[in-house]
């Protein structure tokens, strides 16, 4: 919050000017509007709302990553592939909060370090597509865009980009945030809490091979007690919110200015990634981006050069500040021991210090023969152990993961504990995008990466 005693600096003009430049540039994976009109009228709406989150927050953060970045902290990042406003409701948004916190207390052990606890939620609305168009039988319609665009129903009129769908997501964004706050502040995340969850996960006899390690932790917290912890400290929990920053007419209108020090923060998020498909260099998300306070994450693909890395890091990351810059690889569980070494032994020679993270989700996509997107949760795990071996062999740190999960028991990965086979994925495939694990899959992926924590 802003101490109404402080004085309010100005932004320089300069800066100002600079937050547009983008529009000047090539950009990628923007919907295309109707109504102009409608459509500046809503940004210009957005514009005059309260921020979301607040600049001293969003600084908080850096600090945090920049821990990471050093080896001193790890980072989870998970949550929905899209939200849909319909998904907003307080039973998914708290199930995914418990999930997290959930991963969390199993990494925090595997790691002995402090978890960085940040979801995929509050904005993950908009999502880029690999056509602008999808053709069913013999009509072709825009894609869906997600809900911040569109509507999902292959409809005409629900295809049709909505400007009122960017104030929804702001409120929607905003209703969420107010129950993250609450839930990860009011005691819902005690540290015995969520603990007792896990015991449950645990004694599952599918989970056997994890109640080793549950049961470490029950007695390391059992220590605590008799130590005279102080629980009441361990009953509220930092919790960020992130999402790709991918639609413009939703992200400029949510940057304000620091009235501390008169530079931009980008309050739709704490923290914002650029995608794969809008990294380019000389385009419009990279400029805008390279302009804003928050830490920035950046995906790279298996076809990324260490060249284009270090323009990257020459654009968003000039002053080689820690906790600015995240990489967050999409390699593939059959191309990262191959693509991520390269990266790794070029970064050592350059003055910057980047948190990695993995994301094994994105490059592992297949589809079934009767149509389902999926994932094979053993191709995620290879894809994370292939990320913690290489950074091994280099010695650098692997510094976090970034998955797709929701806190349901739906069936839209294969494999797991719960033997999900292709057969069984339309029991319960939810996810008007891409596919997530479940929250069993996401704990079991929890216990795994611990163990790859604790060996490093």
Avoid at 85 to 103: E, P, S, Y
Avoid at 412 to 438: K, V
């Amino acid at each position: 919050m802003v101490d109404p005693s402080e004085p309010v600096v100005l932004a320089d003009p300069a800066v100002i000017a600079g937050l547009d430049y983008w529009r000047t540039l090539p950009i990628r994976q923007q919907p295309t509007w109707p109504d102009s009109d409608a459509v500046g009228a809503a940004s210009a709406k957005i514009g005059g709302l309260p921020p979301l989150v607040f600049a001293g927050e969003v600084d908080v953060l850096r600090e945090r990553l920049a821990t990471a970045a050093r080896g001193d902290a790890f980072l989870l990042q998970g949550g929905d592939c899209a939200e849909t406003f319909a998904g907003a409701t307080a039973q998914n948004i708290r199930d995914r909060v418990k999930t997290i916190l959930q991963m969390a207390v199993v990494l925090t052990y595997g790691a002995s370090k402090p978890i960085v606890k940040m979801g995929r939620m509050a904005g993950q609305f908009a999502k880029p597509r690999s056509s602008d168009t999808e053709t069913r039988g013999d009509v072709t319609l825009p894609a869906y865009r997600g809900d911040i665009v569109n509507g999902f129903d292959f409809t005409p009129e629900s295809r049709e980009a909505d400007p009122a769908r960017l104030v929804e997501g702001y409120h929607t964004a905003a209703s969420t945030l107010n129950l993250v706050r609450a839930f990860t502040q009011g005691g819902f995340a005690d540290l015995r809490q969520v603990h007792s969850w896990n015991k449950g996960f645990a004694q599952n006899p599918a989970n056997h091979a994890y109640e080793k390690v549950a049961g470490e932790i029950d007695r390391a917290i059992k220590f605590m007690e008799a130590a005279g912890a102080d629980f009441d400290e361990l009953k509220r929990v930092e919790f960020y919110s992130s999402h790709e920053g991918l639609l413009m007419d939703y992200e400029r209108p949510m940057t304000r200015i620091d009235s501390r020090t008169g530079t931009p923060y980008n309050t739709s998020a704490h923290f914002l990634w650029i995608g794969e498909r809008t990294r380019d260099l000389d385009g419009a998300h990279v400029d805008y981006f390279s302009r804003v306070r928050n830490p920035i994450g950046v995906k790279l693909g298996p076809s990324t050069s260490a060249d284009d890395m270090e323009r990257l890091i020459d654009k968003l990351d000039p002053n080689r500040e820690p906790g600015r810059l995240t990489f967050i690889t999409r390699m593939g569980a059959g191309r990262v021991r191959d693509a991520l070494p390269p990266l790794l032994e070029a970064i050592k020679g350059m003055d910057a210090t980047p948190l990695w993270v993995s994301d094994p989700m994105h490059g592992n996509g297949l589809t079934t023969p009767n149509g389902y997107k999926t994932r094979r949760f053993d191709d995620v795990v290879d894809e994370v152990k292939g990320f913690f071996a290489a950074h091994s062999a280099a010695g650098t740190y692997p510094g976090g993961i970034h998955i797709e999960l929701t806190g349901d028991d739906v069936t839209e990965c294969l494999g797991g504990s719960e033997q999900i086979d292709e057969a069984t994925l339309a029991t319960r495939y939810e996810s008007l995008c891409d596919p997530r694990l479940n929250h069993m899959q996401s704990l079991e992926l929890a216990f795994l990466v611990a163990e790859e924590l604790a060996a490093f």
